[in-house]
């Protein structure tokens, strides 16, 4: 038989699909032409002033003062008045910002934010944000009272008794934030960046977070929507932390990125404030999944690295203040070194790879109407599929409603929180059961009883097929950066009609179509240190609203899709319509 006789023979005509690879030529080449080398902010004209032993001393007295600073309790009001009265000290009123917030794991609590706003020639304005409670569960010298000292550090430089003579006034507004919920996901950023008046004028926000341990400090850029700080804020924290250290920090690898954009997923209060499209980076010495924590006391602060990252934190904001325009807004980029790529080419590269997939699945769709398939007994079958985990979607909305998963606000929770670590066992055995007794029912209507036909193989391929290809340009739609999760289901599964014979090749390709998700669960599991619980801290992220009912409703789609292809590829496929509605009551008897 020619080559083109058995193409044609085929379900997938292959020639085709490769034929349209060929378009993402276009799409590799504007990404390649777009990648930029951004510089810095110019370097400040004055040395740094930052007093070490001062703000060493501030970090340990807080940490000693007051151990316990968890949200609403006394020793967080206590830390709050200390904050205060330091400020005072130097001339520097802070205005406070007090509110009730529902906290996963804590319940309804009162939050407190310090303001303190410093004029500039300028209203444009650079926020330094320092979260100051802490889980309880430690001192916390390094996270966050480190952050905090060099917050009233940096602040104390522009007070009555702590200007530098001949310090000029700022170019820009300056505003300090000593925030209230950073250690349980940034509730006092999202406070400010939703609802301060000043938010509007803030065009970059610099967090500094546990930076006195030892360990090389990093820079986290991820923020809770598919946007990434302007490269100039990147670039400027980069080479000020690198004059100071001798190294930049570290900032997630390119697949991390391309990952976080995808989710989209950012922990910490840069996230909130990336979230609403201002610029923002955090500066941190800290591990985010914990680990560690009954050591975080005053004796064990890196002394000279913690006065190191001080100054580089006021460099960075002289830099700021002395650039000729602020870094303003957000967009996607992914940061490869010295280099950025551009986000836009990115999802262009990304939309365009749909292409060859989309190709080939509606020319197998076509020829299955002309061979006149069984299609619709192939679809019922999915949809009962469907049912199944839109049941086991139901039940997870009733452990929500129950408290056996978090409900409150869409930020995502701190892997320290009492929500994710103290998961309700009696809870999550019930919604087990309750998964199953869907699981078991809708078995049942598809378990394989007559050995399926070819025709009917071929029919379940091609409406999971096109089902798949309806999830992919739903997904496009909600976010063209999550395709990165979906494209290699796309053209792993394309591939399995063509597989007859190998039961071992098509478990091969089943199995290539399911690291999208595995790369999102270890990628976030990595980042937290989530381990085990990795899993669940993801249905937590739905409950609270941080992934989107329409995404949660695709996922859903994307989980029948997978499951019927499942059967297929390992022989257990049946039509939903084979079996009369009688024919069936006898065979379960």
Known sequence: MSPRRRQR????????????????????????????????????????????????????????????????????????????????????????????????????????????????????????????????????????????????????????????????????????????????????????????????????????????????????????SARSPTPALVRTADVRVADQLGTPPLRPGWLVQLVNLGIPFGYGEQAPFLGREISAVRLTTA????????????????????????????????????????????????????????????????????????????????????KRLPLTSALLALRTRLGVWLWVGLAIGLGALTGVFPRGAALPPSPDSPAVTDWPVVGLAAIGIISAIGWWRGGRALAPRVAPRADELLAGYTVSLLALAGIAIATAGISPYALLFLIPSLYAWLWLPQVTSASWLRDVLYGLGLTGPVLALVAVGTQLDLGLNTPLYLVSLMTLGFISWPTVLVLIAWAAVATQ???????????????????????DA
């Not at 100054?311 to 904001?317: G, K, N, P, Q, W």
């Not at 967009?331 to 080939?360: K, S």
């Not at 292809?565 to 065979?587: H, I, N, W």
């Open 9 to 224: 023979d085929q379900p997938i005509n292959g020639a085709l699909v490769r034929a349209s690879f060929l378009l993402l030529l276009l799409p590799l080449l504007v990404l390649a032409f777009t990648t930029a080398t951004p510089g810095p902010f110019p370097a400040p004209s004055l040395p740094p002033a930052f007093d070490g032993a001062s703000a060493t001393q501030l970090a340990t007295e807080l940490a000693r003062d007051f151990p316990d600073r968890e949200p609403g309790t006394e020793g967080a009001l206590g830390a709050t008045s200390w904050v205060n009265e330091r400020l005072a000290l130097y001339g520097l009123p802070a205005a406070e910002d007090a509110w009730d917030e529902a906290i996963p794991g804590l319940g309804t609590v009162r939050l407190r934010n310090l303001v303190t706003v410093i004029p500039g020639a300028s209203s444009d304005a650079i926020l330094f944000l320092a979260h100051r409670d802490n889980t309880g569960r430690e001192p916390g010298a390094n996270d966050n009272a480190s952050g905090t000292a060099a917050l009233i550090e940096l602040a104390r430089g522009f007070g009555r008794l702590g200007t530098i003579a001949g310090r000029p006034k700022p170019e820009h507004t300056l505003i300090f934030l000593s925030s209230d919920g950073g250690a349980y996901g940034g509730f006092g950023a999202e406070r400010f960046a939703a609802n301060s008046p000043l938010r509007e004028d803030v065009r970059a926000v610099v967090s500094l977070d546990a930076i006195g341990s030892s360990a090389r400090p990093r820079l986290e850029i991820s923020g809770l």
């Open 287 to 370: 591990e985010d999944g914990g680990g560690g924590a009954a050591d975080d006391t005053p004796a064990r602060l890196d002394r000279p690295q913690f006065v190191r990252l001080g100054r580089a934190a006021e460099s960075i904001l002289a830099s700021l203040d002395n650039g000729i325009e602020l870094a303003g807004g957000t967009n996607g980029y992914v940061y490869l070194g010295t280099r950025v790529v551009r986000g836009w080419a990115i999802e262009f590269v990304l939309l365009v790879a749909l292409v060859p997939f989309l190709v080939g699945v509606v020319d197998l769709f076509a020829r299955s109407r002309r």
């Open 565 to 587: 292809l499942a059967a297929l590829a390992s022989g257990r496929y049946t039509p939903a319509a084979r079996l009369s509605r009688s024919e069936r009551k006898k065979t």
